[in-house]
């Protein structure tokens, strides 16, 4: 049995602990603007928190504060609609600042709202969150009792405005403070238009138009700019080929789609790829990794990058033109005529074939390594044809990263969720896991992860069993820091910090209340279809035991890279 405390007002009404306060007035202000709330109570919180759960706001709690901006993070990537996440003060903002870093690099756009030293001044068991925040080049704003829900707003569309994570903080003695004569704010500036120069117009429609054999790369830009129907029409019209960063995968739905470009692309795809002689990115990074190390496309290939923001990680390979993006292509649609002569499609017919698109792991289909254990291309390439294709495929980082994007197809971009590789780290997977769950509890959540980052982020995966109606975990599972060994372990280095005790995660999962099987062939597969067809709900484990030996394209190629 609970009892409620309540205050008896002069008018002879009672309020409640979580009314009529700066905490009660933001909560209010979260409630109108996000989605869902993602946090883990404490003292520096608790009143924000009561107000929205009492009135059935939508709220999971995390076990680490470290998943609360990790599910934050995987809601926006499945859905593109903003959410919110908290923690209490000091340790709990601390224990966030890994997955508020990655939101940062990754450019996801939530608002995080946070406890904080008191207003009068810090306690010794206080840090300066606003410093540190910064040193990850993420913004702090501040309530108080005349600005909280104007400041809460802003939040939320700087947020938006800057396509990046936001972090509110309520000072300690302010939370149950009493709101003031309000303060208004300045008015947030206009983010600038970039309009497109008619003349980079005319030049690019030109060598499109010229070229024998173009490709547009579109990214999460292009998505964000809603210009997949106008790149689409202008690809037909070309007679084009298309790929796709991660983040913007199977935007096109094309049969003339090579797929992800990048470390992740399929060989015999990248042969494809490699034939152009005009590229016209949109809307994506030429970084590193993007660029496959440099070796996605030749030298001699005419790229040129669209996008109104710059990024210095970008390689000098292409040819930078700042410009709105929707903008750009609508001025390319009507300079651009339809191809008169036989185009790249009419001489590369393959690309459309069932065959040329399938799962089959032409690079290696052997069912074991070298070691005996499972090639764990063989694995995801027979899940493909296993799990539901209505899916969300999320991943944690690690060197297992280089197997579900090459093989695992997903219905479209909001369904590849990657959270971890911005910021290089691993462990966030059960967290935006779960996020990706509350988000489209339509699709079945497939969390792939590895063996480190599953140990790394295992105190939310209970969360993300509570929060998936249906999903399925794949661990695979190389007994190891397979990066690291792949890496350093190639090169003399001792590998015993790179070694990990196996570690069953199905029988973890049974534990805790799923089903799961250990795999060590091909056939236990099986043990997942026959569960598939039976359950509608719940949550499936299979722990599969890869091989140390096979190392996928991505890491291949860094590793020469690197040299």
Known sequence: ?????????STGTTR??????VAAIIADVVAERAGHLFGLMGNGNVHLISRLTRRSFPFTSARHESATVAMADGYYRATGNIAAATTTYGAGFANAYTTLAEARIARIPLVLVVGDAPSTGPRPFDIDQAKAAEAAGVVTLVAGSGNADAITHRAFDLALQTVQPVVLAIPYDLATAPPSVPQPLEPLLAKPAWPADPADLDRVAELLAVGKRPLILGGRGMLMADAVAP?????????????????????????????????????????????????????????????????????????????????????????????????????????????????????????????FRSSLPTENPEEFGPDGRLNPRAVVAALDGILPAERSVVMDGGHFIGWAPMYLSVPDPHAMVFVGTAFQSIGMGFGSGAGVSVARPDRTTVLVSGDGGGLMGLADFETFIRATRRGVVIVLNDSAYGAELHQYAAKGLHDQAMLIDEVDFAAVGRALGTSGVKVRTLADLQKLQEWLNTNDEGVFVLDVAISQKVVAEFMAESVAAKG
């Open 1 to 9: 049995m609970t009892s409620t405390s309540t205050e008896i007002l």
């Open 16 to 21: 409640l602990p979580d009314e009529g306060h």
């Open 231 to 355: 790149l689409l029409q202008l690809g037909d019209r070309l007679g084009a080929l298309f790929m796709t960063s991660l983040m913007a995968a199977n935007a096109f739905n094309s049969p003339w789609d090579l797929g992800i470009a990048g470390g992740f692309t399929r060989l015999h795809r990248l042969d494809i790829g490699r034939q152009a002689d005009v590229v016209l990115v949109v809307g994506a990074s030429q970084n590193l990794f993007q660029t496959r190390y440099g070796t996605l496309f030749p030298a001699d290939t005419k790229i040129i990058r669209i996008d109104n923001e710059p990024d210095t990680g970008n390689l000098p390979s292409a040819e930078y033109i700042r410009a709105d993006i929707r903008p750009f292509v609508d001025g390319l649609l009507e300079r651009v005529p339809a191809a008169t002569t036989t185009t790249w499609r009419d001489n590369a017919p393959e690309v459309a074939s069932p065959e």
